[in-house]
């Protein structure tokens, strides 16, 4: 391996837009306009400390708590501010519940708008071509591929988020998890339901 | 489209200069450089140009993308011009081509 491999003696260069992004930090710190020491803290931020469990937690809390729900439904922005989940993305959030008459999916036509602060970073898929283009066009079929087949009365409304406006789908609650804890719920929940490309998880029996 | 594989964890970040874009950008964003609705109005303009030639995947096509829309936006307000920019990469990498593997590797003193 590149250790003692004696044709590579000096250090493993990096792909090229690595050396391109490189060369802008560099130039970007020596001109004062960025500070190395938070660009660390940023990527940790969203490598290892916000994720979909964030969310999660919302959506078990708005099944357990009806106070808490009419709340996140009058004004989402708000509510997961209270619970300490606000910050870069998040700025103007909507939350969209799924009954058994309308199905919710998200999706960013333009780029990749996602609320941040409760989902982390979107995962490829939400930032392809394909997804962006299909999640408006074929609904139903995107759904399909993601192993989602919805009774033929159930609607599916497609959000497009924006710079402005992010969405958090709250899947509809599953059968059986009456007794569970919010905690318990929570783990039911996965980033894909609250993107609406899958449902919340059904107890373990 | 392919369904994605639901059971394996994906890393947030597939490769490290994904993250270290992103972050240069949000850092950006942060410090007033840029407003996000500015910086998604230049992305999504350049990701439809792209997405015209061909289908993008959304994994480091995507990032490409981003990090051409970083370097337009900082050429275009004058703050890392492409010569500064093309003359930091050179460094860089000649930085890496003389440092011997496990050394950390500096740039060379300005």
């Given at each position: 391996m590149p250790h003692d491999d004696p044709d590579h003696p000096h250090s493993l260069l990096p792909p090229e837009p690595a050396l391109r992004v490189k060369a802008l930090e560099t130039i970007l710190t020596r001109k004062g306009l960025v500070d190395p020491a938070a660009l660390e803290e940023i990527i940790d931020t969203y490598q290892?400390?916000?994720?979909p469990k964030n969310g999660a937690q919302v959506v078990a809390k708005a099944w357990a708590d009806p106070a808490f729900r009419a709340q996140l439904m009058e004004d989402a922005t708000a509510a997961v501010t209270a619970l300490g989940f606000y910050g870069r993305q998040g700025e103007h959030i909507v939350a969209v519940e799924n009954t058994a008459e309308q199905h919710n999916l998200v999706v960013c036509t333009l780029c990749s708008c996602y609320p941040w602060p409760l989902l982390g970073i979107p995962p490829a898929w939400y930032k392809s071509d394909a997804y962006r283009a299909r999640a408006v066009r074929e609904p139903r079929k995107v759904l399909a591929d993601f192993g989602v087949t919805l009774p033929d009365g159930t609607a599916v409304r497609v959000w497009d988020s924006t710079a402005e406006v992010r969405y958090l789908v709250i899947p509809m609650r599953p059968k059986?998890?009456?007794?569970?804890?919010e905690e318990a719920l929570t783990a039911l929940v996965s980033r894909d339901s609250m993107i609406g490309t899958a449902l919340a998880a059904e107890p373990a029996p | 489209m392919e369904c994605p594989e639901h059971s394996a964890p994906e890393p947030v970040f597939q490769e490290p200069w994904h993250a270290q874009v992103f972050a240069l950008t949000v850092h950006l964003n942060e410090s007033g450089a840029i407003s996000w609705a500015d910086w998604v109005t230049r992305f999504s303009d350049r990701l439809a140009q792209h997405g015209l030639s061909r289908e993008l995947d959304g994994g480091d096509d995507y990032f490409h993308v981003w990090l051409e829309t970083l370097e337009g936006f900082l050429a275009e307000t004058g703050t890392a011009t492409p010569g500064e920019a093309s003359e930091m990469r050179t460094a860089w990498e000649a930085a890496y081509l003389a440092t011997p593997h496990g050394q950390p590797v500096k740039l060379a003193a300005q």
């Open positions: 290892n400390r916000i994720g059986g998890t009456e007794g569970l804890s | -």
